[in-house]
DNA sequence: AGCATTGGTAACAGTTTGGTAACTAGTAGA
DNA sequence: TCTACTAGTTACCAAACTGTTACCAATGCT
């Protein structure tokens, strides 16, 4: 049975936080994000492709029904903001509330870092391997 | 059939990059951090905890089948690096890569949108639905 | 009457991810 | 001989997530 020794200076104690919230703040974030369609959702909502519609003709590979899922989660979540007009046919437009524009800055990071990480390949280590295949 | 007109200043056209890399980069990174357990070790490595029965004690909600096999994947996709010494009994210490090294920044801006946005509830917004329960 | 339009639902099937419990090897110490 | 130690593996099961197909309502147009 060994004490050990955890040398915090870097991001300070993530046990603390754990425990004070009852879950890694980390993991409680990519929760919100992290559906399949998520991010490229909130991109195109974030640039104006702000119809249901519009948004199945930008991303073809996403059913219906997912769209329709994503969409309310990330609305219960309170990243978008749905608003319906009583139209004949049915329009709705979705933006994104404050909260969903907080995600920018970290979007970005996601974004850059994927890029440089994991989507280009002219790396010199010879780390050819790991979790690859479809990736949207 | 309509004409979708994206202003990309912000974050500079998504779409591009896509069809580019064949994938959303955003996506690319939550599915190499994505796992349920992975931002917990990498936190747990980087602050030099950084043998499997040390991580094992320190999570203890994460069986030994789910350590191994998520220490697997942070090491096939270049995160992690795993050094075995021939003893009896067996020792093996997980260290970061430069690659792993680099999510630091990244796990922090998580860690800390999660805090404001999910963990605190002391919001003025009545915002007290969404996805909830477990976060670890 | 028949079709197109928009923004969805419902029922179901398949895939991926996570979890449990039992078992392993090789050596040291009681 | 029996137990403990570390770092796992194997077989199996359950839950979460994603996908497919068919269907709906109210109106305008031909």
Known sequence: MEKIEIKSERFDNMVEMIQKYGGCPVRATLKIIG??????????????????????????????????????????????????????????????????????PLFGELSRWGIQNVLEPQQIEPNNSGTSGELV
């Not at 059913?63 to 989660?73: C, D, G, P």
């Open 35 to 104: 559906g399949k369609w998520k991010p490229l959702i909130l991109y195109f909502i974030s640039v104006d492709v702000n119809r249901f519609g519009q948004l199945q003709r930008m991303m073809p590979d996403c059913s219906k029904r997912m769209m329709t899922v994503q969409l309310r989660e990330l609305e219960s979540d309170g990243l978008v903001h749905r608003e319906i007009f009583a139209e004949v046919p049915p329009k709705v437009i979705y933006t994104l509330t404050t909260k969903g524009e907080s995600l920018r």
